[in-house]
């Protein structure tokens, strides 16, 4: 079958807009629970990356919500098949739909922004630049969205065009709009995908980590291709949108979904790592507590009643240590960035820590005795 011998392109909307949709609202829920949950041991919460990503899926529930209600009046179908009443309120939810739907695929570019914030901490310059892409893309989604209503005088001309006197713009300045917005989004797909993943490599995390996140990220670019694929069928799409505009919206609505849920996800996989090692029984704190509990056994169990951490003049404070160098383990193993200025002025300033050790093991039988020293 042909791209456009599909009778109605309104139902398989419906059902591949919802299903994205349940599968993008799984895998927000889990970054919700990871962050509210999980971050909460460290005194930390959900952040504005969170906060964007759960907007863009209120986007996204009204865009489906959208679709259903123009496929019910026919949207999809060839306009000449549908009843009379229904060709008024099926254009105007073509007009509402394309109108909403272009934010769907566009605000999780914010989500994007903010979760690189978060991984790589970058300077001020690069966050401007950062955000300037961004909010420049967003001002391109302003004026289509803008513009599917302003093209027809009056309004309501758009899709009733029984009302005398209106008139509407050529389709073509739909159509240049659309590709210039939909090459400036792809052209951000790809570059919001690769361009972090030098600095993800350099971060300090495990090697299997950063693999992680940098492939997570990197799978963003799955939505550069589909802003490809539409931009290869628009001149099909606003050919046949000049004598039958019911008919290929949807399949370009089912285009739109896909790149929003895409982004949304790629944005949310790397803050899946706690539940991740949860579920592998790795989490930091029950390994750290697994550890302690064996040292303390071992201990016993070689009729020691010292704790080595408790030597007199000899106590490492780790935990200050850890946190002044940012290395202590995460549960959101991402916002961890190197620390080689730190370990610089250390080095700069001569200090130096010496500890000196003391083992001894005496048999119980008294006919051994072992001492040694080690410096370190």
């Known amino acids: 079958m042909g791209l456009w011998e599909e009778e109605d392109y309104g139902v398989l909307a419906d059902r591949a807009c919802w299903a994205m949709f349940a599968v993008t609202a799984v895998v927000v829920g889990l970054r919700i629970f990871c962050r509210a949950y999980y971050a909460r041991v460290r005194g930390q919460g959900l952040g504005p990356d969170d906060y964007i990503t759960l907007a863009c899926l209120a986007v996204f529930l009204a865009t489906c919500i959208l679709v259903t209600l123009g496929s019910h009046y026919g949207l999809g179908r060839r306009m000449a098949t549908l009843p009379p009443e229904n060709i008024v309120p099926a254009l105007r939810y073509n007009v509402i739909i394309s109108s909403v739907l272009i934010w769907q695929f566009s605000l999780p570019k914010f989500a994007m922004i903010s979760i690189l914030q978060r991984i790589l901490s970058p300077g001020i310059k690069t966050v401007i630049a950062f955000w300037f892409l961004g909010l420049s893309s967003q001002a ?53 995908a690769l361009y972090p993943i030098p600095f993800i490599m350099r971060l300090n995390m495990p090697l299997k980590t950063r693999i992680a996140v940098a492939t997570a990220l990197g799978l963003s670019v799955l939505a550069c291709v589909v802003s490809i694929y539409k931009l290869a069928i628009f001149g099909q799409i606003f050919e046949i949108l000049a004598f039958d505009p019911t008919y290929p919206v949807p399949y370009l609505d089912i285009l739109g979904v896909a790149e929003g849920c895409i982004l949304m996800v790629c944005a949310s996989l790397p803050t899946l790592g706690p539940l991740y090692r949860a579920a592998r029984g790795n989490l930091t704190t029950g390994a750290g507590d697994s550890a302690q509990l064996s040292a303390n056994q071992f201990g016993n169990s070689n009729g ?49 820590k010496t500890m ?5 093991s005496e048999a119980f039988n008294g006919q051994k005795r072992h001492k040694g020293a080690i410096a370190v």
Not at 161 to 187: K, Q
Not at 356 to 360: A, C, F, G, P, R
């Open 140 to 192: 391109c989604i302003l004026a289509t969205s803008v513009w599917w209503f302003k093209q027809c005088d009056p309004v309501e001309y758009g899709w009733d065009r029984s009302i005398p006197g209106g008139t509407c713009a050529p389709v073509s300045v739909m159509a240049n709009l659309g590709y210039f917005t939909s090459a400036y989004s792809a052209f951000l797909d790809v570059f919001f």
């Open 304 to 352: 020691g009643t010292r704790n080595w951490d408790s030597v007199k003049g000899h106590k490492l404070e780790s935990d200050a240590e850890g946190e002044s160098l940012h290395l202590r383990p995460s549960f959101d193993a991402i916002p961890l960035v190197t620390t080689a200025k730190t370990t610089g002025h250390v080095e700069e300033m001569g200090i130096r």
């Open 356 to 360: 000196e050790v003391s083992l001894s």
